[in-house]
């Protein structure tokens, strides 16, 4: 029986050591077991048991073949790196970490719009405006610095050891829950947040009709607004932190797509970084010119889904 085993590695030792590879290793050792003992059943020597099954699953070119693999892919599996387990760790801590920064970065740039909404005296409101959203920009920096420190594991393939492999396809199998958690939770705040600003409007609309006061139009105006950004960026939070971390246990155990992936996506980056500036100086150009503060705002939404739009047609047009 250990010459059986002792086979079966050596067919697959020079095999890329992925998931399918593993899979159809184990397959193949079950079927040569379960077949040497039918043989031993039906009287057959050990030596010849073994010598039967080795014949009749040991064709490592049909192997290939049935799994796709060619010499050139061979070769340039062999040639490709291994990340040692320290160093994949020390990526995961970091992008979790790097997730909540720019958790945090969005959910403050979008709460700052919310002084924006009240009617406050003098230029308080954009004061406010600036001084959180510069906070939000600056965790956007040191993350994106700090980011970059890691840009070879997310831009060149490598390979895993399959301990390491197992052990954190375990840990991924484990936080999926959490995954689907923080999703459902901010799905259901978003919709609370524009649940919240009709309530509040509609909730203040006889009290203004009644009084007709200005202070009173502007404050519902700038609660209702407020509830629904707190909504949001809250939810944007746990979408974000949620999408990073799984994205990057993404980018360890299936290097090759996610390489692939990210060079599909740089382009879209590149858009992202015109279109998302000059968004934000047409909504001050509409604040300051002409007091359009609220609903200026929408245009970034608008860009985001033009952006979004214009990725998906080209990608499903040149596919």
């Given at each position: 029986?250990?010459i059986?085993?002792?086979?079966?590695?050596?067919?697959?030792?020079?095999?890329?050591?992925?998931?399918?590879?593993?899979?159809?290793?184990?397959?193949?050792?079950d079927?040569?077991?379960?077949?040497?003992?039918?043989?031993?059943?039906?009287?057959?020597?050990e030596?010849?048991?073994?010598?039967?099954?080795?014949?009749?699953?040991?064709?490592?070119?049909?192997?290939?073949?049935?799994?796709?693999?060619?010499?050139?892919?061979?070769?340039e599996?062999?040639s490709?790196?291994?990340?040692?387990?320290?160093?994949?760790?020390?990526?995961?801590?970091?992008?979790?970490?790097?997730?909540?920064?720019?958790?945090?970065?969005?959910?403050?740039?979008?709460?700052?719009?919310?002084?924006?909404?009240?009617?406050?005296?003098?230029?308080?409101?954009?004061?406010?405006?600036?001084?959180?959203?510069?906070?939000?920009?600056?965790?956007?920096?040191?993350?994106?610095?700090?980011?970059?420190?890691?840009?070879?594991l997310e831009?060149?393939?490598?390979?895993?050891?399959?301990?390491?492999?197992?052990?954190?396809?375990?840990?991924?199998?484990?936080?999926?829950?959490?995954?689907?958690?923080?999703i459902?939770?901010?799905?259901?705040?978003?919709i609370?947040?524009?649940?919240?600003?009709?309530?509040?409007?509609?909730?203040?609309?006889?009290?203004?009709?009644?009084?007709?006061?200005?202070?009173?139009?502007?404050?519902?105006?700038?609660?209702?607004?407020?509830?629904?950004?707190?909504c949001?960026?809250?939810?944007?939070?746990?979408?974000?932190?949620?999408?990073?971390?799984?994205?990057?246990?993404?980018?360890?155990?299936?290097?090759?797509?996610?390489?692939?992936?990210?060079?599909?996506?740089?382009?879209?980056?590149?858009l992202?970084a015109?279109?998302?500036?000059?968004?934000?100086?047409?909504?001050?150009?509409?604040?300051?010119?002409?007091g359009?503060?609220?609903?200026?705002?929408?245009?970034?939404?608008?860009?985001?889904?033009?952006?979004?739009?214009?990725?998906?047609?080209?990608?499903?047009?040149?596919s």
């Open positions: 029986m250990n059986i085993h002792d086979y079966v590695d050596t067919m697959f030792k020079d095999l890329p050591k992925t998931e399918e590879v593993i899979r159809m290793k184990l397959e193949i050792l079927n040569m077991e379960e077949a040497y003992h039918e043989l031993l059943k039906e009287g057959k020597t030596n010849e048991a073994i010598g039967a099954v080795i014949s009749q699953f040991g064709n490592i070119n049909e192997l290939k073949e049935e799994l796709g693999i060619s010499q050139d892919e061979k070769e599996t062999a490709i790196p291994f990340k040692e387990e320290e160093e994949i760790m020390d990526y995961l801590h970091f992008k979790i970490n790097f997730g909540h920064m720019m958790g945090l970065g969005t959910a403050l740039c979008i709460v700052a719009f919310i002084p924006t909404a009240f009617d406050l005296a003098g230029d308080i409101d954009m004061i406010l405006f600036l001084l959180i959203a510069v906070m939000g920009v600056v965790l956007f920096i040191i993350g994106g610095i700090k980011n970059n420190d890691y840009r070879e831009t060149q393939q490598f390979q895993v050891r399959p301990a390491v492999k197992e052990k954190l396809q375990r840990q991924y199998e484990q936080s999926k829950t959490m995954f689907s958690t923080k459902a939770i901010g799905v259901v705040l978003c609370f947040g524009v649940i919240s600003y009709m309530i509040i409007e509609n909730a203040f609309n006889w009290a203004i009709r009644a009084t007709s006061s200005h202070f009173l139009h502007g404050f519902s105006e700038g609660l209702a607004t407020g509830s629904l950004f707190i949001a960026a809250v939810g944007i939070y746990l979408f974000i932190t949620a999408g990073i971390k799984k994205a990057a246990y993404d980018t360890i155990l299936h290097n090759r797509q996610k390489v692939i992936q990210k060079k599909q996506e740089e382009e879209e980056d590149k992202y015109i279109v998302m500036p000059t968004a934000a100086m047409l909504y001050l150009i509409m604040g300051f010119c002409f359009w503060w609220h609903p200026g705002w929408i245009i970034f939404p608008l860009a985001v889904i033009f952006v979004s739009g214009y990725s998906y047609l080209k990608r499903d047009t040149f």
